[in-house]
C-alpha cells in the first residue's frame, strides 16, 4: 500500500490540511506518514523579522536574551514536546477516518527533511507540504522550487497565508 506523506513545518498541522491529508488518503486507499519538522533556526529569524519596531523591542531583546541564554538546541526541544504531544492527538483521528496513520518528528531544514525522508521511504506516492505561518511568501516559493527539483513524488504545497490555497506541484521527472 502507498503512503501520502504530510510534511509539515512547525509543531503541528493546521486542521484543515490534515483533514485535506486523510481525505486523500482515504481516496487513494493510502496511509498518511505525518513528518513534523522543527527547524529552531528558522522560527528564530521569522520571530525576529516579526519583531519590528518601539512596541516591540523591549519584547525581542528579552526573547533575544533567552536565545542567547538556552541556545537554539533549548528552544528546539521545546518546540519538539510540543510537536510531540500534537502528534499523539492526530492518530486517533486517522483511525476514525480509517487512515493508517504514523509519525515522524525531524529538527532539520524542511526540504533536506523532506527528501531524506522520501529517498527512505520508496511507499511515498504524494508529498503535501504544510508550510506552516513562519516562512515568507517568498522563501515558501523558493522551498517548494528546491523540494520540487529533487522529489520524486508530485508535491502539494499547502500554503496557510493564502487561507489554505493549495498549489499542485508537479515533481520532476
Same mark, same amino acid.
Given at each position: 500500500m502507498g503512503k501520502v506523506l504530510l510534511a509539515v513545518n512547525g509543531a503541528a498541522p493546521s486542521a484543515k490540511v490534515f483533514r485535506y491529508a486523510l481525505d486523500l488518503c482515504g481516496k487513494i486507499r493510502a496511509g498518511l506518514s505525518v513528518l513534523q519538522i522543527i527547524d529552531a533556526a528558522e522560527y528564530a529569524r521569522s520571530f525576529e523579522k516579526r %519583531? *519590528?519596531? @518601539?512596541?516591540? @523591542?523591549?519584547? /525581542? @531583546?528579552f526573547m533575544a536574551a533567552a536565545f542567547a541564554e538556552s541556545g537554539e538546541h #533549548?528552544?528546539? $526541544? /521545546?518546540?519538539?514536546?510540543?510537536? #510531540? $504531544? +500534537?502528534?499523539?492527538e492526530l492518530i486517533p483521528q486517522s483511525r476514525k477516518a480509517g487512515v493508517d496513520c504514523t509519525v515522524s518528528l525531524g529538527t532539520g531544514k524542511v526540504d533536506k527533511e523532506i527528501l531524506h525522508f522520501v529517498?527512505? *521511504?520508496? #511507499?511515498? &506516492?504524494l508529498t503535501v507540504l504544510d508550510s506552516g505561518d513562519e516562512i515568507e511568501a517568498s522563501s515558501r516559493n523558493n522551498l517548494a522550487a528546491r523540494i520540487k527539483k529533487?522529489?520524486? &513524488?508530485?508535491? &502539494?504545497?499547502?500554503?496557510? %497565508?493564502?487561507?489554505? $490555497? +493549495?498549489s499542485h506541484l508537479a515533481a520532476r521527472d
Open positions: %519583531s *519590528h519596531g @518601539a512596541g516591540k @523591542a523591549f519584547e /525581542t @531583546a #533549548e528552544y528546539a $526541544k /521545546t518546540l519538539m514536546k510540543k510537536a #510531540e $504531544k +500534537n502528534a499523539q529517498d527512505h *521511504h520508496p #511507499e511515498i &506516492v529533487r522529489l520524486g &513524488v508530485p508535491l &502539494v504545497l499547502f500554503d496557510r %497565508s493564502r487561507g489554505g $490555497k +493549495n
